[in-house]
């Protein structure tokens, strides 16, 4: 997704000074995932667990080795549904190249007739901005200096494209808060639960 957003940018505007970097970048994060997959299939979940119970050499532990090895297996498990595999892939791809049809809608709403593709650009660029600086919290402040980067690279004014930016916000917040609600509110009632049980004993 971030390098048919490079693409398309290229098209777009014709610049090509950000490709080299952009490309470099890609690689090592494939290489990195590459190399996370791999570890995984040697049984990372077994060793990192034989390393927790060695350090607190203690045999109440021991039990989390067993647990390492479950995960190990059900993650090839996983892995050897490939059909599965690639099938998620294709959905998330598609699912991100149609969530850019909410940036193409604010465009049209701030009275910007721009393409559809002028919306995957942006979302895809951002996003991938958002991920390099994943150590930001929610990317903030992030999120907007690509939005008027991007945007700028495509004609959008600054004041637009920091509007882009906070229709995308208000969108997370619509959603996270609720979610956020809803899921103390069930923890909430499992404790409650709990502790009635253990009164009760």
């Known amino acids: 997704f971030t390098l048919l957003g490079v693409a398309l940018l ?71 549904r490939r059909g599965a595999v690639i099938g998620c892939c294709v959905w998330t791809m598609l699912s991100l190249i149609l969530n850019s049809g909410e940036i193409w809608i604010a465009l049209h709403a701030l009275n910007l007739h721009a393409t559809i593709l002028n919306a995957v650009i942006l979302q895809s660029t951002v996003l991938t901005v958002r991920n390099v600086a994943f150590a930001v919290p929610s990317g903030l402040g992030v999120q907007e200096g690509g939005y008027v980067l991007i945007g700028g690279l495509l004609g959008i004014d600054g004041a637009t494209a920091l509007a882009l930016s906070l229709i995308a916000r208000v969108r997370e917040l619509g959603l996270g808060i609720p979610g956020l609600i809803t899921w103390q509110l069930i923890e909430g009632r499992r404790l409650w639960r709990a502790r009635l049980a253990a009164n009760a004993r």
């Open 10 to 80: 290229v098209v777009a505007t014709g610049q090509r000074s950000f490709v080299g970097p952009t490309v470099i970048g890609t690689l090592v994060g494939v290489v990195a995932v590459g190399g996370f997959y791999f570890v995984q299939r040697l049984g990372m979940f077994r060793f990192l667990a034989k390393m927790i119970a060695k350090l607190a050499n203690s045999p109440e532990w021991e039990s989390l080795v067993q647990s390492g090895e479950n995960l190990d297996a059900t993650v090839r498990t996983l892995y050897a």
